[in-house]
């Protein structure tokens, strides 16, 4: 086929969607088919507007790529593309809005407060109540950017700041000390599955850009180590957000289990990472699926929706 690759962008993930395109042009190119890379940009949209591409593959992340503009975009072309559609990946994208969805559908959430450009930080802090550690993030960026751990209100204030550099709406959440686990999610609507989670351990206090990122940044057990009870559960939570949130395709859900046992989602990432060093084709690979077939089953997933 004719496969468009979407990569590069604008977002603060650029360079990981640099990597993550690079290794899926090369794969589909070894698979036969003619491929035509585009490191996107906002201002030449109107190329996706007229392209002629049998599907478009996205190995974008973050804003203008992962929170419906681009899937939009898509849709007006009347182009297939893989993952999910505009209003999934737009609520993905927004994490606290996600949150409530989730909290809805049953899923546990960390307690949390959401502070929009414009409110009284004052107020906010106090409704925080002085909770520390906690963490704080913005609540539209990816890849820990903008992530800080405060252990003090001095901490919790420059967090907050520190976060509205990359955002208009912030998240103070409560921190969950314990093992971080991910779960992908393969299919459309009805035949969704998941594929072995994952266990994180990072080098760094915590799961940031450098041990995501970093050759031996963080180490990967899967399929993980866990009791049989708990695999399932983060598994029907994975597939239960996808579900709850929209999506199509494929997604990948991110959460802690406390010390006490009882696992936290985090986010769900209707696009994630697809480097060298990423979760999702590590997964992908203890379940017997290599990078260019799950490129394929994108694909296919893509033209069924």
Not at 121 to 150: H, M, R, Y
């Given at each position: 086929?004719?496969?468009?690759?979407?990569?590069?962008?604008?977002?603060?993930?650029?360079?990981?969607?640099?990597?993550?395109?690079?290794?899926?042009?090369?794969?589909?190119?070894?698979?036969?088919?003619?491929?035509?890379?585009?490191d996107f940009h906002p201002d030449r949209a109107e190329e996706l507007l007229t392209l002629q591409a049998d599907v478009v593959v996205s190995a974008l992340h973050g804003k203008y790529g992962e929170d419906g503009r681009v899937q939009s975009l898509l849709e007006m072309a009347?182009?297939?593309?893989?993952?999910?559609?505009?209003?999934?990946?737009?609520?993905?994208?927004?994490?606290?809005?996600?949150?409530?969805?989730?909290?809805?559908?049953?899923?546990?959430?960390?307690?949390?407060?959401?502070?929009?450009?414009?409110?009284?930080?004052?107020?906010?802090?106090?409704?925080?109540?002085?909770?520390?550690?906690?963490?704080?993030?913005?609540?539209?960026e990816g890849s820990s950017n903008g992530l800080t751990i405060a252990t003090d209100e001095s901490m919790l204030r420059a967090g907050i700041a520190k976060a509205f550099q990359c955002d208009t709406a912030v998240l103070v959440e409560q921190y969950i000390k314990g093992r971080?686990?991910?779960?992908?999610?393969?299919?459309?609507?009805?035949?969704?599955?998941?594929?072995?989670?994952?266990?994180?351990?990072?080098?760094?206090?915590?799961?940031?850009?450098?041990?995501?990122?970093?050759?031996?940044?963080?180490?990967?057990?899967?399929?993980?180590?866990?009791?049989?009870?708990?695999?399932?559960?983060?598994?029907?939570?994975?597939?239960?957000?996808?579900?709850?949130?929209?999506?199509?395709?494929?997604?990948?859900?991110?959460?802690?289990?406390?010390?006490?046992?009882?696992?936290?989602?985090?986010?769900?990432?209707?696009?994630?990472?697809?480097?060298?060093?990423?979760?999702?084709?590590?997964?992908?690979?203890?379940?017997?699926?290599?990078?260019?077939?799950?490129?394929?089953?994108?694909?296919?997933?893509?033209?069924?929706?």
């Amino acid at each position: 086929m004719k496969v468009a690759v979407l990569y590069g962008g604008v977002s603060g993930e650029r360079e990981v969607s640099l990597t993550s395109g690079k290794g899926m042009i090369e794969a589909l190119e070894a698979r036969g088919h003619e491929v035509v890379a585009i490191d996107f940009h906002p201002d030449r949209a109107e190329e996706l507007l007229t392209l002629q591409a049998d599907v478009v593959v996205s190995a974008l992340h973050g804003k203008y790529g992962e929170d419906g503009r681009v899937q939009s975009l898509l849709e007006m072309a009347q182009l297939p593309y893989t993952g999910s559609g505009v209003l999934a990946s737009a609520l993905a994208m927004d994490k606290a809005r996600a949150k409530i969805i989730f909290a809805a559908s049953g899923i546990r959430v960390a307690r949390d407060v959401l502070v929009q450009a414009g409110d009284d930080l004052d107020l906010k802090v106090a409704e925080w109540g002085g909770e520390f550690p906690c963490v704080v993030k913005p609540a539209q960026e990816g890849s820990s950017n903008g992530l800080t751990i405060a252990t003090d209100e001095s901490m919790l204030r420059a967090g907050i700041a520190k976060a509205f550099q990359c955002d208009t709406a912030v998240l103070v959440e409560q921190y969950i000390k314990g093992r971080e686990l991910t779960v992908p999610v393969l299919g459309n609507r009805g035949n969704e599955h998941a594929l072995p989670v994952i266990e994180i351990i990072p080098k760094n206090e915590f799961y940031d850009y450098e041990s995501k990122y970093s050759e031996g940044g963080s180490i990967h057990v899967c399929p993980a180590e866990l009791p049989e009870v708990l695999t399932k559960e983060v598994q029907a939570a994975a597939i239960e957000a996808h579900r709850a949130l929209g999506c199509s395709g494929y997604s990948r859900s991110d959460f802690l289990v406390s010390e006490q046992g009882l696992a936290y989602i985090l986010e769900t990432n209707t696009l994630p990472g697809m480097t060298p060093l990423s979760l999702f084709p590590d997964s992908a690979n203890v379940a017997g699926i290599s990078y260019g077939e799950l490129l394929e089953r994108f694909i296919a997933l893509a033209l069924e929706k």
